[in-house]
Nanobody, 124 residues
Framework: QVQLVESGGGLVQAGGSLRLSCASS????????MGWFRQAPGKEREFVAA????????YYADSVKGRLTISRDNAKNTVTLQMNSLKPEDTAVYYC?????????????????WGQGTQVTVSS
């Protein structure tokens, strides 16, 4: 069983930065592909970024490329999402997810464990 706890959300002005963290309590953290998804009010949850458990390959949604960076520390069982140049449209609840598929993907169904989410609000 894997438990994920996100932290680091908050209120920031447009153009600002935030750093989200996700701590995992499960074993064999390095085996898991880790993903970040987000859900804005009135919208479906969408993929943001993912990092593979094996070689650390990174994948991003087009809307965040160049502004958000995903990374992981397998020794500390954590994955982070560094968010720069934030825009009001980045406002959402951000979720951390873990999965054991052969590769990291942008599909929610490929992730088996989810955190409770952390709110990010970007003011204009």
């Amino acid at each position: 069983q894997v438990q994920l706890v996100e932290s680091g959300g908050g209120l920031v002005q447009a153009g600002g930065s935030l750093r989200l963290s996700c701590a995992s309590s499960g074993r064999s953290f390095s085996r898991y592909n880790m993903g970040w998804f987000r859900q804005a009010p009135g919208k479906e949850r969408e993929f943001v970024a993912a990092i593979s458990g094996s070689v650390g390959s990174r994948y991003y949604a087009d809307s965040v490329k160049g502004r958000l960076t995903i990374s992981r520390d397998n020794a500390k069982n954590t994955v982070t999402l560094q968010m720069n140049s934030l825009k009001p449209e980045d406002t959402a609840v951000y979720y951390c997810a873990a999965g054991l598929r052969p590769r990291a993907t942008n599909r929610e169904n490929d992730y088996d464990y989810w955190g409770q989410g952390t709110q990010v609000t970007v003011s204009s």
